[in-house]
């Protein structure tokens, strides 16, 4: 790899590209210092608005996947396919966990498979509009679906989404949001009717208290968690942390509230009920921005510190002492992260926070708050562009005659061509993949066979997919399952916009050249889109462009929040939305004078328990999350430097469970819920509580999604990814999975 064979420090660069960070949402500013074609350094200016001179180590060390061999540059299709034969049945188990002594396995997945055929371009979306416009053309609208990416560029997501409604009719257009902050953003609807943070994140600066729950900000924000840092230190404010889990924050914070995973309604409702009975409430901010009021304080009574302890393990009196921080506070704001929304009352979790909020009216002003802090980087903006269901670009429902008009009339279609009707989720749309149902999907940059719940069942639905298309950098553990394999460019090797948290809108710059016949993904979306028009006759919507931002221009011609944003105005820094006109400079903080919805509204609640509890058989709580050097199904991090600082699978087990299963520190374990099992090494550790375990999902060969409970939010569809049932049993060495294992690689 290039970064071992020079000394970054003593190499001129060629030239020097500004961009924006491909892993998290802050949305830092990234320098790629480029010579002969490659990038060999990364570097961030002092004065970069999100980022101030920092980076972590994703940021700066985690590009080199862009030269990784396994990076595929050649549009790939399955032999059956060019031979005309029928698509052959999914023979094997591919989802078996390999053992150490086992036959190894060639590490490349296209010299090993005989089935996958390198092909040119002309031929590979010829193959894909074929296929696509065959099962459109027979089984209709309802059986095409696509998923679109939170990696990729706001105009890649809107021409997939646009793709998917003008040409198919169809709203089954989801992404990764759905697994993320779906709990938070149904809650947020419901609460204000809107989704995004309602403040910058440095405005963090301005707080004098704050709480930070179900995220673990350093790791997995931590450029926002420095600045955490500074308010408490340079500034004195007051942290508060609410987390099973001891976070590095815990050590910073002025009180931790370690909670049993799953118990936020009754902790967040006991704050409430705390702060309405020591009459610590707003009154002027319930009674001007807020309804519901009444309703709610019924649904209140209930929920007493000592009723919360009971549930949670919080002692009733640190509940008390937090509530009175936060509602005392001149200005307090809340961060929150996974450990709200992952869970089967995600919803829930989320209007108890937002009551919090609404109560003591921390929120409209600078320095306060609803702060969902969102994850990938540019999960924010795939969400703008209508990579959901229910949404065009710009939150418009898709049910709604009005909103349809609109985009009938940018896009060229016939009045009331637009479909009506509520698309599928990412999880809807899988376990619809069956004769009659789902036929055909077309994922963009997502991996579902690492990031979907309980994968054992995840699997039986890939295969019963009549066509699949990945468009992807990698071959990753879903693209195993393709029949068509699109090879698309990561961020530096293509020019659009990204999202951040924070609203900010900024640009993504191509470093160099595409490597190999790898292509920018609106360019193929484009190509792709072309083909289907001609074959199922149509001629609407436009599908030529000489440049990104002509893209993003059409989609602002109707969404007023980026009506205003042009490559000119963010060349060198983001705008933050909403951005209605030319010469507006953006709107850091939100709900200044009401809230979309007019007034923000309460919610009577009740506690639900998690769908699965621990019980004699499966004694422990399993919470999965993640780890600083790592990203999520890992086809970036461990394909990148950053695998050698953390190569494989741990489960974290705290001290006293350890003694009592005589596993050391190291030891090989086998973890076991009722859906699956994987093999790890031990940490053994106090930073997780007792009777909870925890493994990052990162590591293919002891996938942590094997053992999640597939149970879902009824109202947001986001499964249960935080607390699930396990036993740990201790295990052989022989037993540990060998992490060269190419699992799913194959097909037939
Ligand atoms: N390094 C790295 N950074 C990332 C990512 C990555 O993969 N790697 N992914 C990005 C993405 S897409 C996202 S969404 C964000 C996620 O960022 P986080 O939200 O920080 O994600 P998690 O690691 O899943 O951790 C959530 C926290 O919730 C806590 N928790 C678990 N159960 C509960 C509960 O019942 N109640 C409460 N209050 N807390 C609970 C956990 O202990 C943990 O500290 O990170 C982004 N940043
Ligand atoms: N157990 C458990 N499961 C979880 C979670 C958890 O906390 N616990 N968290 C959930 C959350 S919050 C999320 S957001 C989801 C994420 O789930 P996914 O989005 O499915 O996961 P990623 O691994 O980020 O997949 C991104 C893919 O995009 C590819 N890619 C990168 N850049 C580009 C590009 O520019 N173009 C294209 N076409 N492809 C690109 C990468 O190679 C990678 O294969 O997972 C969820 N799953
Ligand atoms: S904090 Fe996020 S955006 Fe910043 S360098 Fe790290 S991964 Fe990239
Ligand atoms: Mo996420």
Redesign the pocket.
């Known amino acids: 790899m290039v970064t071992e064979m020079i000394n970054p420090n003593r190499v001129v660069a060629d030239r020097v590209i500004s961009t924006t960070c491909p892993?998290?949402?802050?949305g830092c500013n990234l320098q790629l210092h480029v010579k002969d074609d490659f990038i060999f350094k990364v570097t961030t200016p002092f004065d970069s608005p999100v980022n101030h001179g920092n980076l972590?180590v994703?940021g700066r060390f985690g590009y080199d996947f862009i030269y990784h061999p396994k990076r595929v540059t050649t549009p790939l299709v399955r032999r059956y396919l060019l031979e005309g034969k029928p698509r052959p049945e999914i023979r094997e188990q591919r989802f078996e966990i390999s053992r150490k002594d086992a036959e190894p396995i060639s590490n490349h997945p296209i010299s090993t498979l005989s089935d996958w055929v390198e092909t040119d371009w002309d031929t590979a979306l010829n193959i894909t509009a074929d296929n696509l416009a065959r099962i459109y053309n027979r089984d209709g609208s309802d059986a095409m679906a696509v998923y679109c990416c939170?990696k990729a560029t706001n105009e890649d997501n809107y021409l997939l989404q646009k793709m998917y409604r003008a040409l198919f009719r169809t709203n089954n257009v989801d992404h990764?949001t759905r697994l993320?902050?779906a709990g938070s953003v149904v809650a947020l609807q419901q609460a204000v009717g809107s989704s995004a943070m309602s403040n910058t994140a440095s405005q963090v600066f301005m707080n004098d208290v704050f709480i930070v729950?179900?995220?673990?900000?350093s790791?997995?924000?931590?450029i926002i968690a420095l600045q955490m840092k500074d308010a408490v230190q340079k500034h004195g404010a007051k942290m508060i942390v609410?987390?099973?889990?001891r976070?590095d924050l815990v050590d910073m914070a002025e009180m931790w509230l370690p909670?049993?995973?799953?118990?936020?309604v009754p902790?967040f409702s006991a704050m409430a009920h705390v702060i309405v009975k020591e009459d610590l409430v707003n009154w002027d901010f319930v009674r001007n921005r807020t309804e519901g009021f009444d309703e709610f304080l019924e649904s209140l009574e209930k929920f007493t510190p000592e009723y919360a302890e009971e549930l949670s393990g919080v002692p009733a009196e640190d509940i008390r002492k937090a509530a009175r921080m936060y509602a005392k506070a001149k200005n307090g704001a809340i961060y929150?992260?996974?450990?709200?929304?992952?869970?089967s009352h995600g919803t829930a979790?989320a209007l108890a926070l937002i009551h919090l909020a609404f109560l003591t009216g921390h929120v409209g002003r600078d320095g306060t708050g609803l702060n969902p802090?969102?994850?990938?980087n540019n999960?924010q903006g795939a969400s703008d562009m209508g990579s959901m269901p229910f949404h065009y670009p710009g939150y418009m429902r898709v049910d709604n005659p009005d909103n349809r008009a609109k985009w009938e009339k940018a896009w060229n279609i016939e009045e009331g061509g637009l479909s009506l009707k509520l698309g599928l989720t990412t999880t809807e749309i899988l376990s619809h993949a069956h004769e009659g149902g789902i036929r055909a999907l077309y994922i963009m940059g997502e991996n579902p066979m690492m990031s979907e719940p309980n994968l054992n069942e995840t699997r039986k639905h890939m295969e019963r997919l009549e066509f699949l298309v990945a468009q992807d950098i990698f071959i990753n553990e879903s693209a195993a399952f393709a029949d068509v394999f699109l090879p698309a460019t990561p961020f530096a090797e293509k020019d659009g916009t990204f999202s951040n948290t924070d609203r900010r809108v900024q640009r993504v710059r191509a470093a160099h050249k595409p490597r190999g016949m790898s292509r920018p993904d609106w360019q193929i979306i484009c190509d792709v889109a072309l083909r289907l028009e001609s074959r199922l006759g149509l001629d609407t919507a436009h599908w030529t462009y000489s440049n990104p931002e002509e893209i993003l221009r059409e989609m602002g011609s109707v969404n007023p929040d980026y009506a205003g944003i042009t490559y000119e105005r963010i060349e060198k820094e983001g705008l933050i939305y909403p951005v209605p006109t030319l010469d507006h400079p953006g709107t850091p903080t939100l709900f200044t004078e009401s809230f979309p919805r007019g007034r923000g509204k309460f919610h009577a609640l009740d506690y639900v328990p998690?769908r699965e509890e621990p019980d004699d058989e499966y004694p422990f709580i399993l919470?999965?999350?993640?780890?600083?050097?790592?990203?999520?199904g890992g086809s970036m991090?461990r394909n990148s430097a950053l695998n050698e600082i953390y190569p494989e699978a741990r489960v974290e087990i705290h001290p006293a469970d350890a003694d009592i299963h005589g596993i050391r520190n190291g030891n090989p374990v086998k973890v076991q819920s009722r859906r699956g099992e994987v093999v790890v090494r031990a940490t053994v550790t106090e930073k997780?509580t007792v009777g909870v375990v925890?493994i990052?999902?990162?590591f293919h060969e002891a996938a942590a999604n094997l053992l999640t409970n597939d149970a879902l939010d009824p109202q947001a569809k986001i499964p249960e990814?935080?607390?699930c049932a396990v036993q740990v049993f201790p295990a052989r060495e022989s037993d540990l999975p060998n992490p060269d294992f190419e699992l799913n690689r194959g097909r037939y």
């Not at 892993?23 to 802050?26: I, K, R």
């Not at 729950?213 to 900000?217: I, R, V």
């Not at 919470?623 to 999520?632: A, K, S």
């Open positions: 892993y998290c949402g802050v972590c994703k939170a990764c993320c902050h729950t179900g995220s673990n900000t790791e997995n924000h931590p609410i987390d099973p889990r976070i909670l049993k995973p799953g118990t936020n902790v929150w992260g996974m450990g709200i929304s992952q869970l979790s802090l969102r994850g990938q999960v998690v919470t999965t999350g993640r780890l600083l050097e790592h990203w999520h991090t997780t925890f990052p999902w990162h990814f935080k607390a």
